[in-house]
């Protein structure tokens, strides 16, 4: 029997049935995130680090809870995906280009999942399902940072980046 808690847990670890879009599920379940943060949070660090935080919390819990339905780490928990979106783009300068950068990088290191994050992915239930998506995050901002320091430390004047 389904409970309300296991569908409210379903509808927020699919990120709102976005997971359940195909192909790509976890690049479609990003976009809602990527979304929310230029259109809703606009660049601002402060409500950036509390949504990563605050989901992240949520994406344990809900990814968790998911799981006993839709199998360990399903590709429709994309909930992580959006604890990851907006880890990578803490105190990256708002602009098109430099998030849709972030979206890009975050979408690789995701898919990749350059150590640490292998091993974050084997942490149980919902812990598992999260943390290689921070990790990744983590990843995708520090990539950001550095290619936006060396074209303005260089100035390459890189178009959109400049």
């Known amino acids: 029997m389904t409970t309300m808690k296991d569908k409210?847990?379903?509808?927020?670890?699919?990120?709102?049935?976005s997971g359940y879009m195909r192909p790509y599920p976890g690049t479609w379940g990003?976009?809602?995130?990527?979304?929310?943060?230029?259109?809703?949070?606009?660049?601002?660090?402060l409500a950036l680090s509390i949504a990563a935080i605050v989901c992240t919390?949520?994406?344990?819990?809900?990814?968790?809870?998911a799981e006993k339905s839709l199998g360990h780490d399903a590709r429709?928990?994309?909930?992580?995906?959006?604890?990851?979106?907006?880890?990578?783009?803490?105190?990256?300068?708002?602009?098109?280009?430099?998030?849709?950068?972030?979206?890009?990088?975050?979408?690789?290191?995701d898919v990749v999942k350059i150590p640490p994050a292998a091993q974050a992915e084997r942490l149980p239930g919902g812990?598992?399902?999260?943390?290689?998506?921070?990790?990744?995050g983590i990843h995708a901002n520090i990539a950001v940072q550095v290619f936006l320091y060396v074209i303005d430390r260089f100035e390459l004047g890189v178009p959109f980046f400049s």
């Open 8 to 17: 409210i847990a379903t509808l927020i670890a699919t990120g709102l049935y």
């Open 30 to 45: 990003t976009i809602p995130a990527w979304l929310i943060a230029y259109f809703l949070l606009g660049g601002d660090t």
């Open 57 to 65: 919390a949520v994406s344990v819990w809900a990814a968790g809870n």
């Open 76 to 109: 429709k928990i994309v909930i992580d995906e959006w604890a990851g979106m907006f880890t990578s783009l803490i105190l990256v300068p708002f602009s098109p280009a430099t998030y849709a950068l972030a979206f890009f990088a975050f979408r690789f290191f």
């Open 127 to 136: 812990w598992g399902v999260t943390a290689d998506d921070i990790v990744a």
